[in-house]
């Protein structure tokens, strides 16, 4: 399920290539590590669809909590849009705390920040102190 979290950007579970090019997006964050479980299409394939429909990719998968490294990257990949972003894991909370963090450091309020996220059907609560 895609969620939208505001106006510039949804967050989601595991995209499938043959979905990619009806989405209405200029970025896709892909936030899976390859092979985190059986079936789950590549980042190869991914970005493959993604090119052959003319929208940006950004691989960052995160696995065990984020970095620094990470949270820059989700920062660079949302300015670098020029249009929708969609990020996505396999359940979308990576993707929205990601999302969250980048954010912060980027200026959004903390509180702003909770509620756009509540809105979109996720608690941003346990990272409630990394958001400023």
């Not at 090119?51 to 940006?56: D, Q, S, V």
């Not at 396999?90 to 309020?109: C, E, F, N, Q, V």
């Not at 702003?112 to 346990?126: F, M, N, Q, T, V």
């Amino acid at each position: 399920m895609i969620r939208p979290v505001d106006d510039e950007t949804m967050v989601g579970g595991q995209l499938y290539p043959e979905r990619i090019a009806d989405l209405g997006v200029k970025m896709i964050v892909n936030n899976r590590p390859d092979q985190e479980e059986p079936g789950q299409p590549t980042s190869a394939e991914i970005e493959a669809a993604a090119a052959a429909a003319g929208i940006g990719y950004r691989h960052i998968p995160v696995a065990g909590g984020f970095s620094d490294a990470q949270v820059q990257a989700m920062i660079e990949a949302l300015s670098a849009a020029d249009g929708p972003v969609l990020a996505f894991c396999k359940s979308g909370m990576r993707s929205i705390y990601l999302w969250a963090l980048a954010r912060a450091r980027m200026g959004d309020g903390a509180d702003a920040l909770l509620e756009k996220g509540a809105a979109a059907g996720y608690d941003l609560s346990p990272i409630r102190g990394y958001l400023g």
